[in-house]
């Protein structure tokens, strides 16, 4: 499975070997995981996963974590989102507060209140707003419905997710909050950025460098929620830019 070099390193380059009871999708996936530089960072760091090195970057970018902010993470198991919300925020030491939602259940995160709890739930608003004390400051979602390997109908699922997930932020969200979520490129998404750009004052494409270079995934980023109100009170101007 793997070589080393005359001086017992390892090389950069991992090989896996097929099993019989492993596919060649699971081949691939197995040998991409053990040669993804961020899949050994999370390990060192001490994270969960390595998709929090794409919310590192776009946070670090686009300032989206302030010290004693409220963060909602939904879809959030393994953790990792919510392990660095919970650092930049300072909520470990009681300066802020995260809420971790997921069906899955997850293992206990220091400074993280965690909900098993399906966010479309009609009582998850309140609940989630009960547990955090007020409003939230930042709504992040990292979900992807389970894969078909049917590209248009993949697409159309995490758009669906992403819509839901814009509906429940709008919802929990204080005015000025910001607003978080995965996509993917292709297709269309005008109901998702229509609501969008009605609410926030700002929404953005973003490609962190940690998303894989094959990979369509995008993330959305809303910033500066304007509170929601009636559909009649008319849409004010925004801007929509793609980086």
Request: glycine fraction near 10%.
């Amino acid at each position: 499975m793997t070589a080393k070099t005359s001086d017992g390193a390892r090389e950069l380059k991992v090989r896996v070997k097929k099993a019989k009871k492993l596919s060649n999708s699971s081949v691939r996936w197995l040998q991409r995981q053990l040669n993804d530089p961020y899949v050994a960072k999370a390990k060192r760091d001490g994270y969960r996963s390595r998709a929090v090195y794409k919310l590192e970057e776009i946070a670090d970018k686009q300032k989206l974590f302030k010290a004693g902010g409220r963060v909602v993470d939904l879809g959030a198991a393994p953790g990792g989102w919510s392990q660095l919300a919970a650092r930049r925020v300072g909520a470990a030491d009681g300066k802020g507060r995260v809420v971790a939602l997921d069906l899955l259940d997850i293992e206990p995160i220091a400074g993280v209140d965690f909900l098993q709890l399906d966010f479309l739930d009609p009582d998850a608003p309140q609940r989630l707003t009960d547990l955090l004390g007020g409003p939230a400051d930042v709504v992040m979602s990292d979900m992807a419905a389970n894969a078909t390997g049917h590209r248009k109908t993949d697409h159309i699922k995490i758009i669906a997710l992403a819509e839901a997930a814009g509906e429940f932020a709008c919802e929990v969200l204080a005015p000025g909050g910001a607003f978080l979520c995965k996509v993917l490129q292709g297709g269309t998404e005008h109901t998702l950025l229509t609501t969008l750009k009605r609410d926030f004052a700002t929404v953005k494409h973003l490609k962190p460098s940690a998303s894989r270079a094959d990979s369509a995934e995008l993330y959305l980023l809303a910033t500066g929620f304007r509170g929601r109100r009636p559909a009649a009170a008319g849409r004010p101007d925004s801007e929509f830019s793609t980086g």
